[in-house]
């Protein structure tokens, strides 16, 4: 299973945009899909992040919200590689 990044933003938020750069220049020394989401066009996100964006997901669990600086955003990536080769080795599937 690769790594599945998901930033809840929303328009005109600062933090969000700074939180934004430190996950692209990530992207040169780990490998990830990202999807970026705006809190204030999807009524579930709304009712659960609209005071904590920036939020960053990986692999559907809250990471991050507000800030992140690239070494703890390597950290927890090298962390959830890590998890995801145990998963495989062990044949561990999340219900």
């Known amino acids: 299973?690769?790594?599945r990044l998901t930033l809840i933003t929303r328009h005109?938020?600062?933090l969000c945009e700074e939180m934004a750069a430190v996950i692209e220049a990530?992207?040169?020394?780990?490998a990830f899909e990202l999807d970026v989401?705006?809190?204030?066009a999807d009524a579930e996100l709304l009712a659960h992040y609209s005071e904590q964006v920036p939020v960053l997901l990986i692999n559907g669990r809250k990471a991050f919200?507000?800030?992140?600086?690239?070494?703890?955003l390597a950290r927890r990536l090298g962390a959830e590689r890590r998890r995801g080769r145990l998963r495989g080795w062990f044949g561990w599937r999340p219900t």
């Open 65 to 72: 919200k507000y800030r992140v600086t690239a070494a703890e």
């Open 12 to 14: 005109d938020c600062h």
């Open 26 to 30: 990530a992207r040169g020394a780990a």
């Open 1 to 3: 299973m690769g790594l």
């Open 37 to 40: 989401r705006d809190v204030d």
